[in-house]
Protein backbone atom coordinates (compact mmCIF):
# COMPACT_ATOMS: atom_id res chain seq x y z
CA UNK A 1 0.00 0.00 0.00
CA UNK A 2 1.21 3.35 -0.85
CA UNK A 3 0.75 6.38 1.06
CA UNK A 4 0.34 9.45 0.45
CA UNK A 5 1.89 12.54 2.21
CA UNK A 6 1.48 16.32 2.07
CA UNK A 7 4.66 18.21 3.15
CA UNK A 8 4.58 22.17 5.28
CA UNK A 9 7.43 23.39 5.41
CA UNK A 10 8.86 27.23 4.36
CA UNK A 11 12.13 25.60 3.20
CA UNK A 12 12.01 24.87 -0.50
CA UNK A 13 15.52 23.10 -0.46
CA UNK A 14 13.80 20.67 2.17
CA UNK A 15 10.70 19.95 0.93
CA UNK A 16 12.44 19.19 -2.77
CA UNK A 17 14.94 17.06 -1.00
CA UNK A 18 11.83 15.02 0.59
CA UNK A 19 9.93 15.04 -2.59
CA UNK A 20 12.81 13.41 -4.80
CA UNK A 21 13.47 11.30 -1.53
CA UNK A 22 10.08 9.74 -0.50
CA UNK A 23 9.20 9.51 -4.23
CA UNK A 24 11.96 6.97 -4.57
CA UNK A 25 10.35 4.50 -1.96
CA UNK A 26 8.06 2.49 -3.71
CA UNK A 27 5.06 3.18 -0.61
CA UNK A 28 5.28 7.14 -0.91
CA UNK A 29 3.73 9.42 -3.12
CA UNK A 30 4.06 13.43 -1.78
CA UNK A 31 0.61 14.55 -2.83
CA UNK A 32 1.55 18.20 -1.97
CA UNK A 33 4.50 20.02 -0.46
CA UNK A 34 3.77 23.78 1.39
CA UNK A 35 5.50 26.53 2.10
CA UNK A 36 2.29 28.46 3.88
CA UNK A 37 0.55 27.70 7.17
CA UNK A 38 -2.99 29.07 5.51
CA UNK A 39 -2.48 26.65 2.59
CA UNK A 40 -2.46 23.44 5.01
CA UNK A 41 -6.40 22.61 5.65
CA UNK A 42 -7.78 23.49 2.26
CA UNK A 43 -4.71 21.47 0.41
CA UNK A 44 -5.78 18.62 3.21
CA UNK A 45 -9.49 18.52 2.05
CA UNK A 46 -8.29 18.84 -1.00
CA UNK A 47 -6.04 15.96 -1.91
CA UNK A 48 -6.58 13.76 1.53
CA UNK A 49 -3.11 13.21 2.08
CA UNK A 50 -2.29 9.63 4.55
CA UNK A 51 -0.05 11.38 6.50
CA UNK A 52 0.99 14.94 7.06
CA UNK A 53 4.19 16.32 8.33
CA UNK A 54 4.37 19.86 9.23
CA UNK A 55 7.31 22.35 10.34
CA UNK A 56 6.44 23.23 13.49
CA UNK A 57 8.02 26.61 13.33
CA UNK A 58 5.54 27.85 9.95
CA UNK A 59 5.59 31.47 9.96
CA UNK A 60 2.52 32.90 10.71
CA UNK A 61 1.36 30.31 12.22
CA UNK A 62 0.41 28.37 15.88
CA UNK A 63 1.66 24.59 14.95
CA UNK A 64 -1.06 23.08 17.89
CA UNK A 65 -3.73 25.05 17.06
CA UNK A 66 -3.12 24.18 13.15
CA UNK A 67 -2.65 20.29 13.97
CA UNK A 68 -6.17 20.60 15.58
CA UNK A 69 -7.70 22.84 12.67
CA UNK A 70 -5.82 19.80 10.62
CA UNK A 71 -7.29 16.84 12.25
CA UNK A 72 -10.76 18.15 12.49
CA UNK A 73 -11.04 18.45 9.09
CA UNK A 74 -9.33 15.39 7.96
CA UNK A 75 -9.32 13.12 11.16
CA UNK A 76 -7.85 10.06 9.21
CA UNK A 77 -4.78 12.12 8.35
CA UNK A 78 -1.68 11.49 10.43
CA UNK A 79 -0.08 14.03 11.32
CA UNK A 80 3.25 14.64 12.66
CA UNK A 81 5.80 17.69 13.50
CA UNK A 82 9.02 18.40 12.52
CA UNK A 83 11.07 20.50 15.07
CA UNK A 84 15.15 21.53 15.54
CA UNK A 85 15.45 20.14 18.48
CA UNK A 86 13.58 17.98 20.80
CA UNK A 87 11.14 19.39 23.58
CA UNK A 88 8.88 17.86 25.69
CA UNK A 89 6.18 20.18 26.50
CA UNK A 90 5.50 20.74 22.72
CA UNK A 91 5.82 16.95 22.47
CA UNK A 92 2.91 16.65 25.59
CA UNK A 93 0.81 19.09 23.46
CA UNK A 94 1.28 17.62 19.89
CA UNK A 95 -0.14 14.38 21.56
CA UNK A 96 -2.65 15.96 23.39
CA UNK A 97 -3.78 17.61 20.33
CA UNK A 98 -3.86 14.13 18.30
CA UNK A 99 -0.64 14.43 15.99
CA UNK A 100 1.56 11.18 16.50
CA UNK A 101 4.88 12.97 17.89
CA UNK A 102 7.51 14.76 15.90
CA UNK A 103 11.17 14.25 14.49
CA UNK A 104 14.34 16.63 14.27
CA UNK A 105 15.76 17.71 11.14
CA UNK A 106 18.97 15.99 12.77
CA UNK A 107 17.02 12.73 11.70
CA UNK A 108 19.37 10.36 9.70
CA UNK A 109 17.32 9.98 6.63
CA UNK A 110 17.01 6.34 6.45
CA UNK A 111 15.42 6.62 10.55
CA UNK A 112 12.92 9.53 8.86
CA UNK A 113 11.75 7.03 6.42
CA UNK A 114 10.69 4.59 9.06
CA UNK A 115 9.42 7.32 11.06
CA UNK A 116 6.73 8.04 8.00
CA UNK A 117 6.12 4.65 8.08
CA UNK A 118 5.71 4.07 11.56
CA UNK A 119 2.91 7.21 11.71
CA UNK A 120 1.13 5.46 9.03
CA UNK A 121 0.58 2.86 11.23
CA UNK A 122 -0.37 4.49 13.54
CA UNK A 123 2.24 4.21 16.26
CA UNK A 124 3.31 7.73 18.07
CA UNK A 125 6.81 9.24 17.72
CA UNK A 126 8.07 9.15 21.49
CA UNK A 127 11.76 9.69 21.42
CA UNK A 128 12.67 6.52 24.41
CA UNK A 129 14.81 8.88 26.12
CA UNK A 130 11.77 11.51 26.76
CA UNK A 131 9.47 9.03 27.73
CA UNK A 132 9.94 9.28 31.77
CA UNK A 133 10.03 13.34 31.53
CA UNK A 134 6.99 13.29 29.26
CA UNK A 135 5.31 10.41 31.89
CA UNK A 136 6.52 12.59 34.28
CA UNK A 137 4.82 16.14 32.94
CA UNK A 138 1.67 14.13 32.02
CA UNK A 139 1.49 13.08 35.40
CA UNK A 140 1.80 16.33 37.19
CA UNK A 141 0.19 18.36 34.57
CA UNK A 142 -2.10 20.17 36.95
CA UNK A 143 1.26 21.42 38.54
CA UNK A 144 2.64 22.51 35.75
CA UNK A 145 -0.91 24.53 34.61
CA UNK A 146 -0.67 25.88 38.12
CA UNK A 147 2.68 27.43 37.49
CA UNK A 148 1.35 28.57 34.09
CA UNK A 149 -1.34 30.72 35.61
CA UNK A 150 0.87 32.25 37.85
CA UNK A 151 2.96 33.28 35.38
CA UNK A 152 0.45 34.86 33.24
CA UNK A 153 -0.71 36.69 35.90
CA UNK A 154 2.41 38.93 36.17
CA UNK A 155 0.77 40.43 32.83
CA UNK A 156 -1.42 43.56 31.78
CA UNK A 157 -4.65 43.23 30.32
CA UNK A 158 -3.07 44.54 27.19
CA UNK A 159 -0.28 42.03 27.29
CA UNK A 160 -2.82 39.37 27.31
CA UNK A 161 -4.45 40.38 24.47
CA UNK A 162 -1.22 40.40 22.82
CA UNK A 163 -0.05 37.05 23.53
CA UNK A 164 -3.15 35.73 22.77
CA UNK A 165 -2.30 37.30 19.32
CA UNK A 166 1.09 35.93 19.42
CA UNK A 167 -0.04 32.51 19.86
CA UNK A 168 -2.68 33.12 16.72
CA UNK A 169 1.04 33.68 14.89
CA UNK A 170 0.60 37.08 14.70
CA UNK A 171 3.54 39.52 13.43
CA UNK A 172 3.95 42.80 14.99
CA UNK A 173 2.17 44.49 12.41
CA UNK A 174 -0.88 42.48 12.65
CA UNK A 175 -0.80 42.43 15.98
CA UNK A 176 -0.45 46.55 16.21
CA UNK A 177 -3.36 46.80 13.19
CA UNK A 178 -5.53 44.30 15.99
CA UNK A 179 -4.66 46.50 19.09
CA UNK A 180 -4.49 50.09 17.34
CA UNK A 181 -0.86 50.42 18.02
CA UNK A 182 2.09 50.67 16.30
CA UNK A 183 4.21 47.77 15.15
CA UNK A 184 7.36 49.23 17.80
CA UNK A 185 4.70 49.55 20.27
CA UNK A 186 3.35 46.06 19.85
CA UNK A 187 7.13 44.69 19.65
CA UNK A 188 7.82 46.62 22.93
CA UNK A 189 4.82 45.04 24.52
CA UNK A 190 5.91 41.45 23.35
CA UNK A 191 9.43 41.51 24.68
CA UNK A 192 7.64 42.60 27.97
CA UNK A 193 5.48 39.29 27.92
CA UNK A 194 8.84 36.82 26.75
CA UNK A 195 10.47 38.58 29.65
CA UNK A 196 7.65 37.90 32.26
CA UNK A 197 6.88 34.70 31.63
CA UNK A 198 10.73 33.46 31.45
CA UNK A 199 10.89 32.29 28.07
CA UNK A 200 13.44 33.45 25.35
CA UNK A 201 11.95 34.00 21.82
CA UNK A 202 8.17 34.88 20.71
CA UNK A 203 7.87 30.82 19.25
CA UNK A 204 8.36 30.07 22.90
CA UNK A 205 6.23 32.49 24.14
CA UNK A 206 3.45 31.04 21.77
CA UNK A 207 3.87 27.64 22.44
CA UNK A 208 3.80 28.30 26.30
CA UNK A 209 0.02 29.16 25.38
CA UNK A 210 -0.26 25.74 23.29
CA UNK A 211 1.11 23.36 26.01
CA UNK A 212 -1.21 24.77 28.47
CA UNK A 213 -3.92 25.50 26.10
CA UNK A 214 -4.40 28.93 28.01
CA UNK A 215 -5.55 31.07 24.18
CA UNK A 216 -9.02 31.26 25.61
CA UNK A 217 -8.11 32.70 29.39
CA UNK A 218 -6.01 35.64 27.56
CA UNK A 219 -8.86 37.07 26.15
CA UNK A 220 -11.03 37.57 29.69
CA UNK A 221 -10.37 40.09 31.82
CA UNK A 222 -9.63 38.06 34.68
CA UNK A 223 -7.09 35.17 34.95
Not at 34 to 59: F, H, I, K, T, Y
Not at 155 to 171: K, M, P, Q
Not at 178 to 202: C, E
Request: with cysteine; proline share 4%.
Amino acid sequence: MRCDVMIADDRALFRDAMRTLMEAEDDMRVVADLESAADVVPEANRSRPDVALLNAELPGSNPIALAKALIAEQPRCRTFFLVEYHDVGFLAASLKAGAKGYVTRATPIGAFMESVREVVSGQLLIPPAMLPELIERLLHGSDLRDDAMRRISRLTARERLVLALLADGGSNESIGTALYISPFTARTHIQSVISKLGVHSRLEAAMFVAQHGLRERLVQQEV
